[in-house]
């Protein structure tokens, strides 16, 4: 490795947002809402904090040609962070409606047109030389102000929120550059922030949903302009049925059955905890399966692999390596085709439904 590419760029995009949102991505830090802490708090306390759970089933989307139209039309020619225009390639795929430029930017319509992801990098680029020092980066209630303002103008109809649910400011992420040295020798260089990114996720009748999906991120440059944003927004409708729902201790049990991470392992770290209901996003549902309750662990394990130069340093020998688990919150456990928590529909009777009265 050359001395110049020892200089590290740390993209403080969190694991968890990738995990959630964009797939693998790098290592990340975050800054949480008011609103997330309380609900981590109340999750590994009392868990969902109900004894019974109405379950939720989802809508059919209005299908990923028709929004990549309504957007294209929507955000044409508004410049210059996100626009679009007729320059473009169009690819269709079972799976997404692609829409690339050679102007920078692109935007994926994935699925039924529920989940969206557009960016414009060339313009981020653009405004490197207003990189600022990271504690100057936007407050956490600026971001909030902007992105609402984003989704209000651009995004209406496309997210909507349905009886007894909000949109809630769930964390904030900022891109860095620097805080490494070209030469070992050299002082440390200024971390400096390029952009900054604000996400937003869904409650229902006060629980969250967590997983990929109900999920709304919006990324600004410095000068205050939206250079790219992604949602996982699928509607949801109530269902006449419910799950009784186990006791947080439970739930917590299940980690050994669905995990390899061990609840007794003194190696293992939980970083969050959160209970609600259970989306995994557009890539993964079973659009045919209804929304049930589930807790996400995101977990880190050290694993020891030179005991003799971790005995020495204890911040050598090792590996750390990390998992985001679901872990199903219902005495019973609704089918589900795809989440790998849940029983496949030919594994399992169908369980008799439990009727919520209204």
């Not at 049925?241 to 939980?270: C, H, M, T």
């Not at 609600?276 to 880190?300: E, F, I, N, T």
């Not at 688990?325 to 795809?338: F, H, Q, S, T």
Request: hydrophobic residues 35%; negative net charge; contains cysteine.
């Amino acid at each position: 490795m050359t001395a110049s590419t020892q200089h590290t760029t740390k993209r403080v995009l969190s694991a968890l947002l990738s995990a959630l949102l964009l797939g693998a991505g790098p290592v990340a830090l975050a800054a949480n809402f008011p609103e997330r802490i309380a609900s981590e708090e109340r999750s590994a306390k009392v868990g969902l904090g109900v004894e019974k759970l109405a379950l939720l089933k989802r809508l059919p989307g209005p299908g990923a040609e028709k929004v990549s139209a309504e957007l294209l039309d929507r955000l044409h020619g508004r410049l210059p962070g996100v626009f679009t225009s007729d320059r473009f390639q169009r690819e269709v795929t079972e799976e997404r409606t692609s829409l690339v430029s050679d102007e920078g930017w692109y935007m994926n319509v994935y699925g039924d047109g529920t989940s969206v992801r557009y960016r414009n990098y060339p313009y981020l680029e653009k405004t490197s030389d207003l990189a600022r020092p990271l504690e100057e980066r936007m407050s956490k209630e600026e971001l909030e102000e902007r992105g609402r303002a984003f989704i209000a103008e651009h995004l209406a109809g496309l997210v909507p929120l349905g009886p007894g649910e909000e949109l809630v400011p769930y964390f904030t992420e900022v891109e860095v550059t620097g805080g490494g040295a070209a030469r070992e020798d050299a002082p440390m260089d200024p971390e400096l922030v390029h952009a900054s990114t604000i996400v937003f996720a869904r409650s229902v009748n006060g629980l969250p949903v967590v997983g990929g999906g109900s999920k709304i991120a919006v990324i600004f440059a410095n000068d205050g302009e939206a250079v790219g944003f992604d949602y996982d927004w699928p509607s949801y409708a109530a269902s006449r049925r419910a799950q009784k729902v186990l006791p947080v201790d439970k739930i917590r049990g299940r980690g050994n059955a669905y995990s390899p991470f061990k609840s007794e392992d003194p190696e293992v770290k939980v970083l969050h905890f959160e209970c609600g209901y259970v989306d995994l996003g557009a890539r993964k549902r079973d659009p045919a399966a209804v929304v049930q309750g589930g807790c996400m662990r995101h977990a880190s394990r050290k694993s020891i692999m030179d005991h003799e130069a971790h005995a020495k340093d204890e911040r050598s020998g090792h590996v750390v390596t990390a998992r985001l688990d679901y872990l199903p919150a219902g005495e019973r456990v609704e089918p589900d085709a795809v989440w790998e928590k849940a029983p496949k529909r030919s594994d399992v009777e169908e369980p008799g439904p439990v009727e919520v009265k209204e």
